[in-house]
């Protein structure tokens, strides 16, 4: 399962309420979050075929070959024709963020995040990017991302996003102040 299919749940998820888009738009991104990434791609690649100019599917298509085939430059190029073709339009700015963050650029990823978000802050689209976003950020943004001292602490704030791991994570802080405690006594 993609990481889009993972933050933005199942094809009766939040998406086909709050996403503004079309019909067959929403219809193939439903195919996208349910797996059918082959079939998703091909029903933009229709939507295309009717229309060129449709934004919304290029933007689709854009998120599709970053996923399924990891050709990052080849969909940050259907991703910026998109926002070429409808720059008030979020659509491309989230594939731009998509592409980038999943290609460990996350910076640029943040910048198109920040423009969709700025344009359409309810689209589920944008929300789930900054879940992506957070989840990969680095905690110590003077030190790179994959700098052993990052990867140490994002993986103890992917395990403190728990309820249970907080309250886990407290009983060891309190018990090891109680022990440190009655041994100065």
């Known amino acids: ?17 709050g996403m503004a888009a079309t019909q067959p738009i929403r219809a193939a991104y439903n195919l996208l979050l349910g797996g059918d990434e082959e079939g998703a791609s091909l029903r933009f690649q229709q939507l295309l075929e ?10 689709g298509l854009a998120i599709c070959i970053a996923q399924n085939s990891g050709r990052f ?9 998109s926002v070429r073709l409808s720059p008030k339009s979020a659509a491309g700015y989230f594939a731009l963020a998509y592409i980038h963050l999943l290609g460990s650029r996350l910076e640029q990823g943040y910048r198109y995040l920040m423009k969709a978000k700025q344009l359409s802050p309810e689209d ?6 900054m879940v992506l976003y ?18 140490a602490l994002v993986g103890m704030r992917r395990f403190l996003s728990s309820p249970v791991h ?20």
């Open 124 to 129: 589920p689209r944008v929300k789930s990017a």
């Open 134 to 151: 957070e989840k990969e950020r680095p905690v110590i943004s003077d030190l790179a991302a994959r700098h052993p001292v990052n990867v």
């Open 1 to 17: 399962m993609s990481d889009l299919s993972l933050l933005m749940g199942s094809q009766k998820g939040p998406l086909c309420k």
């Open 166 to 185: 907080k309250f886990m994570a407290l009983t060891v802080v309190v018990e090891g102040t109680y022990l440190a405690g009655s041994m100065m006594v």
């Open 73 to 81: 430059v080849s969909a940050t190029k259907l991703a910026q024709q």
């Open 50 to 59: 009717k229309d060129p100019k449709d934004h919304e599917a290029l933007a």
